[in-house]
Nanobody, 126 residues
Framework: QLQLVESGGGLVQPGGSLRLSCAVS????????IGWFRQAPGKEREGVLCISSSGSGINSADFVKGRFTISRDNAKNTVYLQMGSLKPDDSAVYYCAAGGLAYYYCSKSAREYQYWGQGTQVTVSA
């Protein structure tokens, strides 16, 4: 059964850190790019970071500015989003998604991803 399950969200103070996990089942990370997206109330879903199926292609949004990193553990079929220096504007529901893209490529466009998780809430507040 194909499934993407996000976890690790929660409430964090400004300047804090969180690590989100995306546990993938039913498909191989060697065959699919994984993207992290977020959506805040009243705003469009936006791409945060993605990693290609090769593991070497990474694409990040400008607002990440070195604060977030993406990594994956093929043995666990899990992709991580490490977030640091969090700001209130980072508050959103964070989603991971899988897309059948070219081997060394990943995209920040949600349209290019076929499979989605249910999301995990991240709230940055004092």
């Amino acid at each position: 059964q194909l499934q993407l399950v996000e976890s690790g969200g929660g409430l964090v103070q400004p300047g804090g850190s969180l690590r989100l996990s995306c546990a993938v089942s039913g498909l191989s990370l060697d065959d699919y790019a994984i993207g992290w997206f977020r959506q805040a109330p009243g705003k469009e879903r936006e791409g945060v970071l993605c990693i290609s199926s090769s593991g070497s292609g990474i694409n990040s949004a400008d607002f990440v500015k070195g604060r977030f990193t993406i990594s994956r553990d093929n043995a666990k079929n899990t992709v991580y989003l490490q977030m640091g220096s969090l700001k209130p504007d980072d508050s959103a529901v964070y989603y991971c998604a899988a897309g059948g893209l070219a081997y060394y490529y990943c995209s920040k466009s949600a349209r290019e991803y076929q499979y989605w998780g249910q999301g995990t809430q991240v709230t940055v507040s004092a």
